[in-house]
């Protein structure tokens, strides 16, 4: 049984200012509007678990979601909803797939598809897939389709491998790109020890560094591991697909 994660509400205000003191250089000018950048952080830790927000309903499907799931779980569980013919009955019978909604930091980040069509687990305990309209179902399963990729990070050559730590900081890289506007892959967000991305990380993840270090250094670390494999798995891909092209043309 995992320990209960600490409750954070919101960011202490002198914290919140680190936060977007850093932000700003980054952005080079681009105006960012503190409550959304603070929202959408807990938005972060909550999903991926770092955090609670406090609510009966949190520790519920933190309650729900005890027994560790593994990312190839995870990634086949939001196919199947995906291509369910009625995902919002499936959702409701399960509730391991109900928590994997409320919980997977993909989901919650900003930005994500699963944001802007406004869905939530109301929605869906609510109302009844025939109810919505074609577009937004096809909305639902292009979300659904999202976050199995973003779990598809974490499956690493048929060994499972997840912790909470690494999706933050992908959510952090993602959050990082759409706030600063730079145009290039999360892999490519440097790992410098003193780049604007660590200093983010640490300011974003202090109140949550539980579990982890938190400083500078082993954050750099840890996102270099990150990179440096989906660059490798980006290198390895490059290489197959003129393999794969001279074998279609033979």
Do not use: C
Not at 98 to 127: E, P
Not at 141 to 158: L, P, S
Not at 233 to 241: I, N, S, V
Request: no cysteine.
């Amino acid at each position: 049984m995992r320990n209960e994660p600490e409750v954070l509400t919101a960011y202490a205000p002198a914290q919140l200012a680190r936060i977007m003191t850093v932000l700003e250089r980054a952005a080079g000018g681009r105006t960012l509007d503190s409550a959304v950048v603070e929202q959408s952080l807990l938005e972060l830790v909550h999903g991926v678990e770092l955090a609670s927000d406090g609510s009966e309903d949190s520790r519920l499907w933190h309650e729900f979601s005890s027994e560790e799931q593994s990312p190839r779980a995870e990634r086949d569980g939001f196919l199947r909803l995906a291509t369910a013919v009625d995902p919002f009955a499936l959702a409701r019978r399960s509730r391991r797939l109900s928590a994997l909604l409320r919980l997977n930091g993909a989901l919650h980040r900003h930005g994500s598809r699963w944001r802007r069509t406004g869905f939530s687990l109301s929605l869906i305990r609510d109302r009844n897939w025939s109810a919505l309209s074609a577009p937004e179902q096809d909305a639902f399963r292009a979300a659904m389709e999202d976050a199995a990729v973003h779990a598809e990070r974490f499956v690493r050559q048929g060994r499972e491998t997840k912790t909470r730590l690494d999706a933050a900081l992908l959510g952090l890289a993602d959050l990082y790109l759409s706030w600063t506007g730079k145009q290039f892959a999360g892999h490519r967000v440097p790992y410098s020890v003193n780049s604007q991305f660590i200093q983010l990380a640490a300011a974003a993840l202090e109140p949550v560094g539980r579990y982890f270090e938190v400083s500078y250094p082993a954050l750099s670390r840890r996102w270099e591991r990150i990179v440096r494999e989906a660059r490798k798995q980006e290198r390895d891909l490059d290489q197959a697909l003129p393999d794969e092209d001279s074998e279609q043309e033979s």
